[in-house]
Nanobody
Framework: QVQLVESGGGLVQAGGSLRLSCAASGRTFSRYGLGWFRQAPGQEREFVAGISWSGGNTVYADSVKGRFTISRDNAKNMVYLQMNSLKPEDTAVYYC???????????????WGQGTQVTVSS
């Protein structure tokens, strides 16, 4: 079991930037993939970005390509989401997830954090 805790959310104006962090604990010796999802009011949770254990493979939702960057630091058991050029439609609760033996970084996450709120004003 892996425990995940997100941080770094907040209020930012459109065009601004935020950096989200997620700290992992528990079975951190496993070569797990990490990802970010988000859920806006009245919407289903959607995939945002994913990264392999080595960091060599990343995948992004079309809506954030070119604006968001996912990275990880295995020595610190951390995963990050750098969000630039933020838009009001990016407003959501952001969650990090962890998964093992994933075929795709877009799904297969079995552990989740509690979420952190990101609000982008126009």
């Amino acid at each position: 079991q892996v425990q995940l805790v997100e941080s770094g959310g907040g209020l930012v104006q459109a065009g601004g930037s935020l950096r989200l962090s997620c700290a992992a604990s528990g079975r951190t010796f496993s070569r797990y993939g990490l990802g970010w999802f988000r859920q806006a009011p009245g919407q289903e949770r959607e995939f945002v970005a994913g990264i392999s254990w080595s960091g060599g493979n990343t995948v992004y939702a079309d809506s954030v390509k070119g604006r968001f960057t996912i990275s990880r630091d295995n020595a610190k058991n951390m995963v990050y989401l750098q969000m630039n050029s933020l838009k009001p439609e990016d407003t959501a609760v952001y969650y990090c997830g962890a998964g093992e033996r994933q075929v795709s970084l877009r799904y297969g996450y079995t552990s989740w954090g509690q979420g952190t709120q990101v609000t982008v004003s126009s």
